[in-house]
C-alpha cells in the first residue's frame, strides 16, 4: 500500500483555494507521482500516462471548489483520477474503431508496427535496441513488436506486471530521444 | 515530463481564490425548498383537485404523497452528491432512492393488479402539459446543481435527478388531477418523466461532461 501525506495534501488544497499559488504549486508537484502511479498499472499502454495526467491536472484545476475542507482528500482526488483515465479510454477506443479497416483491403495504418516503407526505419530501430540490457531489450520486442501482452511477458520473464510496463516505456522513452 | 511542469506553472499563473461548495445537505435544501415551491406555483395556476381539501382527510393519499416526497429527498441528496467529483463513491447514499422506488413500483403494481386499469385510449391530456410545466423547473435546477460541481457518474447522476424531478413533478399531479386511476397515473403521470429521464440519460455524457 501506498503510503501519501494526505493531511498535508489536504491543507495544500485548502491554501489553494484561498489562493496560495504556491501551496499550488507544491500540491501538484507533490500529488503528480500518485497519479502516474495510480495510472500506469491500469494502462494497456503507458504512454497514455502522460496524456491523461495532464488531463487529471486541469480536471483538478476546474473542479478546486468542489472539495471541501471537511470531507478526506484522497476519495476526491481517486475519483477525478479514475474519471479522467475513463474518458480518456472511452475517446481513445472510439477513435480506434472509426480507424478500423477490412484486413482484405491491406491499406497499411498508422499504427501498424512495420510497414514496407519503414523498413529502414524499422533497422535504425532495432540497431538502437541493441544499446540496451539484454532483459529490457527482451521485454520491448515481446511486447512492442511481437505483440505480447503485458501479463504474458510478465509472466514469460519472471517480473510484475507494473514493471514490464514500466520498463517497455522507459525504453520507448529512451529511443525516442535517441533516434531524434 | 516537461509538458506537465509547463503545465503545473501555467495552471499555478492561472490560480484565483475559489470558495468552496457549499455541503450537499444545504445545497439538497435549497433544491428541495426551490422545486418543491415551483411545482406548488404551477400547480396553483393549474388548478388544485376539486376534492383536495377531502382527499387531504384521507389517510392512504397523504401516505402517498410524504412517500413520494421522501423518494424526491433522497434521490435529491444523492444528486448532490454526485455533483462533486467522489459523490459516486457514497454507495449507501445512492441505494436508498432506488430501493424507495422499487417499494414505490411495488404499490403501484399492487394497485394495477387489484384495481386494474379503466384506461381504454390514449390521449393528449391536459395531464401531460401538467407534467411538462411542473417537472421542467426541477430538472433545470437540477442540472443545474449538477452543473455548478464535477459530476464523475454523469448517467446515475441523470437517474437521479429525474427520480428526485419526478417524484416532486407527481406530487404536483396529485394535487391538480381528479383521478385516482392506476392507468391513468402510470401513463399521464408517470410515462413523461420516464420519457424525459431517457433523453436525458442519453446526453448525460455530454451534458455532465467538464
Known amino acids: ?180 | 515530463m516537461n509538458d506537465i511542469n509547463d503545465l503545473i506553472s501555467k495552471l499555478e499563473d492561472d490560480l484565483t481564490p475559489v470558495k468552496p461548495m457549499v455541503s450537499p445537505v444545504l445545497r439538497s435544501v435549497i433544491w428541495f425548498f426551490s422545486g418543491l415551491f415551483s411545482v406548488l406555483f404551477v400547480a396553483s395556476i393549474a388548478g388544485f383537485r376539486m376534492d383536495l381539501h377531502q382527499k387531504l382527510m384521507e389517510t392512504v393519499f397523504v401516505g402517498e404523497l410524504v412517500f413520494i416526497l421522501i423518494l424526491s429527498a433522497s434521490a435529491i441528496y444523492s444528486s448532490a452528491w454526485l455533483s462533486i467529483p467522489e459523490g459516486a463513491g457514497k454507495k449507501h447514499v445512492l441505494y436508498v432512492p432506488y430501493i424507495i422506488l422499487f417499494i414505490a413500483l411495488c404499490i403501484l403494481g399492487n394497485d394495477f393488479l387489484s384495481h386494474g386499469i379503466s384506461l381504454d385510449n390514449f390521449v393528449f391530456h391536459t395531464c401531460i402539459i401538467d407534467a411538462i410545466l411542473m417537472g421542467m423547473v426541477p430538472v433545470l435546477l437540477m442540472i443545474w446543481m449538477m452543473k455548478q460541481g464535477a459530476p464523475t457518474a454523469p448517467i446515475m447522476g441523470a437517474t437521479m435527478n429525474m427520480i428526485a424531478a419526478g417524484g416532486i413533478g407527481y406530487m404536483g399531479l396529485r394535487l391538480t388531477c381528479g383521478s385516482d386511476d392506476v392507468g391513468h397515473m402510470c401513463v399521464y403521470h408517470i410515462l413523461p418523466f420516464i420519457f424525459v429521464g431517457l433523453l436525458l440519460g442519453l446526453i448525460a455524457r455530454r451534458l455532465y461532461h467538464w
Open chain 1, 1 to 180: 500500500m501506498l503510503q501519501v501525506p494526505e493531511d498535508e495534501w489536504k491543507n495544500l488544497a485548502i491554501a489553494s483555494q484561498q489562493g496560495d499559488k504556491a501551496a499550488y504549486s507544491k500540491l501538484l508537484k507533490s500529488i503528480l507521482p500518485f497519479i502516474q502511479k495510480s495510472l500506469i498499472p491500469k494502462l494497456a499502454n503507458p504512454e497514455w500516462a502522460d496524456d491523461i495526467t495532464q488531463e487529471v491536472l486541469i480536471s483538478i484545476h476546474k473542479s478546486l471548489k468542489t472539495y471541501a475542507p471537511d470531507r478526506a482528500f484522497l476519495p476526491w482526488l481517486n475519483a477525478i483520477i479514475h474519471y479522467r483515465k475513463t474518458d480518456y479510454l472511452r475517446k481513445y477506443y472510439a477513435r480506434k474503431g472509426n480507424a478500423s479497416v477490412p484486413v482484405e483491403e491491406q491499406i497499411n495504418l498508422k499504427s501498424d508496427v512495420t510497414t514496407p516503407e519503414d523498413m529502414s526505419e524499422y533497422k535504425n530501430i532495432e540497431r538502437a535496441l541493441l544499446t540496451f540490457p539484454k532483459k529490457q531489450q527482451m521485454v520491448f520486442k515481446m511486447i512492442k513488436i511481437e505483440g505480447y501482452s503485458a501479463k504474458e511477458v510478465a509472466e514469460k520473464m519472471d517480473m510484475s506486471e507494473t514493471a514490464v510496463k514500466v520498463s517497455a516505456h522507459r525504453t520507448m522513452e529512451k529511443l525516442r530521444e535517441n533516434l531524434n
